[in-house]
């Protein structure tokens, strides 16, 4: 059976973890092989090359935004990057390989950096395209960072696993992001290798300018189009449940087990990371199942989420919140029948 898998960077941080729960749970030989991974970067990691995504404090990305030197932070960032790696010597990371990898990765980066920023200070480009672009240069350094390393453990312990750029380093040719896709599997035998796939795929769309942070999981959509497996599974660091455990206590919840697309395009509307909508929908529309698990808990079939799942009694499947809601109260007797008052209230607040 091909899946199509991805793992989030919390996961990927617990990289022990993953190789026993995700790698090797009740898997040996063949039964190895027939999955696709896509990796996000190590936790943290993308916070330090754009911004910390909680706090807003700012990475790599904005010191070439706001014309500051970047070169004392890109130093910085192979010096921690480097450190990273040591937590996986032990899984059998060649460190030497590894620590020169990312070192080369990021001296490359810089390179194209200097470019862009040269370029940027002739005031004869659109500024918006320039930081967009060093915004995507930034970003594919996490996740070739980690998928590389992943798949290095992998062949270190004797498993065939074929590490797949989609950054496009080094590569010229005006791709779109599904067309580097069908390029980069092309010539895969998926049953006599693992695929770690990089959760960043250039593009002449530019994967970022729509989804941002969010483009690990448009990847992973993309891919399980293209291959069309039987199952897509995201591997998080706790269920989806019916409420969030951390707000109400693990005890007064559990995982959903079964539900539908448009629950989850419902949830991730709100903000509750199931899977981003634009994400979802080619996987809906391809008839492509998915399945979210913990990656903590190997043994629990997690929550399956299809085109047609319908409950066998009427119930509140999830709780959840925002505090980002406003209501306004509007009261005004002539609007009743007025034709285009709902507009003219809209125009007011948008």
Same mark, same amino acid.
């Given at each position: %059976?091909?899946?199509?898998?991805?793992?989030?960077?919390?996961? %990927?941080?617990? /990289?022990?973890?993953?190789?026993?729960?995700?790698? /090797?749970?009740?898997?040996?030989?063949?039964?190895?092989?027939?999955?696709?991974?896509?990796?996000?970067?190590?936790?943290?990691?993308?916070?330090? @090359?754009?911004?910390?995504?909680?706090?807003?404090? =700012?990475?790599? *990305?904005?010191?070439?935004?706001?014309?500051?030197?970047?070169?004392?932070?890109?130093?910085?960032? !192979?010096?921690?990057?480097?450190?990273?790696?040591?937590? *996986?010597?032990?899984?059998?990371?060649? /460190?030497?390989?590894?620590?020169?990898?990312?070192?080369?990765?990021?001296?490359?980066?810089?390179?194209?950096?200097?470019?862009?920023?040269?370029?940027?200070?002739?005031?004869?480009?659109?500024?918006?395209?320039?930081?967009?672009?060093?915004?995507?240069?930034?970003?594919?350094?996490?996740?070739?960072?980690?998928?590389?390393?992943?798949?290095?453990?992998?062949?270190?312990?004797?498993?065939?696993?074929?590490?797949?750029?989609?950054?496009?380093?080094?590569?010229?040719?005006?791709?779109?992001?599904?067309?580097?896709?069908?390029?980069?599997?092309?010539?895969?035998?998926?049953?006599?290798?693992?695929?770690?796939?990089?959760?960043?795929?250039?593009?002449?769309?530019?994967? %970022?300018?729509?989804?941002?942070?969010? *483009?690990?999981?448009?990847?992973?959509?993309?891919?399980?189009?293209?291959?069309? =497996?039987?199952?897509? !599974?995201?591997?998080?660091?706790?269920? @989806?449940?019916? #409420?969030?455990?951390?707000?109400?206590?693990?005890?007064?919840?559990?995982?959903?087990?079964?539900?539908?697309?448009?629950? #989850?395009?419902?949830?991730?509307?709100?903000?509750?990371?199931?899977?981003?909508?634009?994400?979802?929908?080619?996987?809906?529309?391809?008839?492509?199942? $998915?399945?979210?698990?913990?990656?903590?808990?190997?043994?629990? =079939?997690?929550? $399956?989420?299809?085109?047609?799942?319908?409950?066998?009694?009427?119930?509140?499947?999830?709780?959840?919140?925002?505090?980002?809601?406003?209501? !306004?109260?509007?009261?005004?007797?002539? %609007?009743?029948?007025?034709?285009?008052?709902?507009?003219?209230?809209?125009?007011?607040? *948008?």
């Amino acid at each position: %059976m091909l899946t199509v898998e991805k793992i989030g960077g919390t996961s %990927m941080t617990a /990289l022990h973890d993953v190789l026993q729960n995700i790698i /090797l749970f009740n898997r040996t030989g063949e039964d190895l092989y027939n999955r696709i991974f896509v990796v996000s970067a190590f936790s943290g990691v993308t916070n330090l @090359l754009l911004e910390n995504k909680k706090t807003g404090a =700012p990475g790599v *990305y904005h010191l070439i935004a706001n014309y500051q030197d970047f070169h004392s932070a890109l130093n910085e960032l !192979i010096i921690q990057l480097q450190n990273l790696n040591k937590n *996986y010597v032990d899984l059998g990371l060649d /460190l030497a390989i590894a620590d020169l990898f990312i070192e080369k990765r990021v001296r490359d980066a810089q390179s194209y950096l200097e470019n862009l920023v040269n370029i940027l200070s002739s005031g004869y480009v659109s500024q918006e395209g320039i930081l967009q672009a060093a915004r995507e240069i930034l970003a594919s350094i996490g996740e070739t960072h980690s998928a590389f390393n992943f798949a290095n453990i992998l062949q270190n312990k004797g498993i065939n696993a074929t590490c797949i750029d989609l950054s496009g380093f080094d590569d010229p040719r005006s791709y779109t992001i599904d067309e580097r896709i069908k390029e980069a599997f092309k010539n895969i035998d998926f049953s006599k290798t693992v695929c770690i796939v990089t959760g960043y795929a250039k593009g002449t769309e530019g994967i %970022m300018r729509e989804f941002d942070r969010g *483009y690990s999981e448009v990847t992973f959509s993309k891919i399980a189009v293209a291959v069309n =497996p039987q199952e897509a !599974i995201i591997h998080k660091e706790y269920h @989806l449940c019916t #409420a969030d455990p951390m707000l109400v206590g693990i005890d007064q919840c559990k995982p959903v087990g079964f539900t539908n697309y448009d629950v #989850a395009d419902q949830l991730a509307d709100i903000g509750m990371e199931a899977i981003h909508p634009k994400a979802s929908k080619p996987l809906e529309i391809n008839g492509i199942n $998915l399945r979210i698990k913990n990656t903590f808990e190997p043994e629990h =079939p997690g929550t $399956l989420i299809t085109k047609d799942y319908i409950s066998a009694e009427k119930r509140v499947e999830v709780i959840t919140g925002t505090d980002k809601v406003l209501i !306004i109260d509007i009261y005004d007797p002539l %609007m009743v029948g007025s034709v285009g008052s709902d507009l003219q209230i809209m125009q007011v607040f *948008y």
